[in-house]
Nanobody
Framework: QVQLVESGGGLVQAGGSLRLSCEAS????????MGWYRQAPGKQREMVAT???????NYADSVKGRFTISRDNAKNTVYLQMNSLKPEDTAVYYC????????WGQGTQVTVSS
């Protein structure tokens, strides 16, 4: 079992920044892929950014150049730094761990006002 606890969401104006955190209950080396996903009202959940155990990252085209995924193995924590936020980034953001079982956090709301 992997438990994930997200934090860092909130309300920000367009152009602003937020950093999301996701702390895992197990060591990072036991997780194949850590990722951030988001779900806006009325839309399907979509991948935002992922990082493999080896450090390979992958980003959705819509966030490339604005968002950065990183991790701190000592803290069992993965981060999502979000810059130049847009209203269309408004969504509930979920942390995911793939071990290869898939585990989800409870989600954190990000709201970007225009």
């Amino acid at each position: 079992q992997v438990q994930l606890v997200e934090s860092g969401g909130g309300l920000v104006q367009a152009g602003g920044s937020l950093r999301l955190s996701c702390e895992a209950s197990v060591a990072m080396f036991s997780i194949n892929v850590m990722g951030w996903y988001r779900q806006a009202p009325g839309k399907q959940r979509e991948m935002v950014a992922t990082m493999s155990r080896g450090g390979t990252t992958n980003y959705a085209d819509s966030v490339k150049g604005r968002f950065t995924i990183s991790r701190d193995n000592a803290k069992n924590t993965v981060y999502l730094q979000m810059n130049s936020l847009k209203p269309e980034d408004t969504a509930v953001y979920y942390c995911n761990a793939y071990t290869p079982r898939s585990y989800w956090g409870q989600g954190t709301q990000v709201t970007v006002s225009s």
